[in-house]
């Protein structure tokens, strides 16, 4: 199985900058790639931004030119930039992982637990 740990939440004043992490473990072959993904309250889980073997990137519309995913080249960490924060940002994080288990085991996905940003002043 794959263990996904995310830090780095927290409350930040609009305008201001969180880095979110996530450090994936386990009984991993390979790792295909990793996202975030943030709920709000009374609101559908949604994309935030993807990674994936290679780093082609994937962003929702709402956070380009603000965020950024990066990550590590066999995308075991990732890293969510967060800049220029604004209060429709807060929301629980979850990291996703799509991940091969071994040759026949392919294309596994996992969530992490979350992390709460909450932008406020």
């Known amino acids: 199985q794959v263990q996904l740990v995310e830090s780095g939440g927290g409350l930040v004043q609009p305008g201001g900058s969180l880095r979110l992490s996530c450090a994936a473990s386990g009984s991993i072959f390979r790792i295909n790639a990793m996202g975030w993904y943030r709920q709000a309250p009374g609101k559908q889980r949604e994309l935030v931004a993807t990674?994936?073997?290679?780093?082609?990137?994937v962003y929702a519309d709402s956070v380009k030119g603000r965020f950024s995913i990066s990550g590590d080249n066999a995308l075991n960490t990732v890293y969510l930039q967060m800049n220029s924060l604004e209060p429709e940002d807060t929301a629980a994080y979850y990291c996703?992982?799509?991940?091969?288990?071994?040759?026949?085991?392919?294309?596994?996905?996992?969530w992490g637990e979350g992390t709460l940003v909450t932008v406020s002043s």
């Open positions: 990674i994936a073997r290679g780093g082609s990137t």
């Open positions: 996703n992982c799509n991940a091969d288990l071994s040759l026949l085991q392919r294309n596994r996905q996992y």
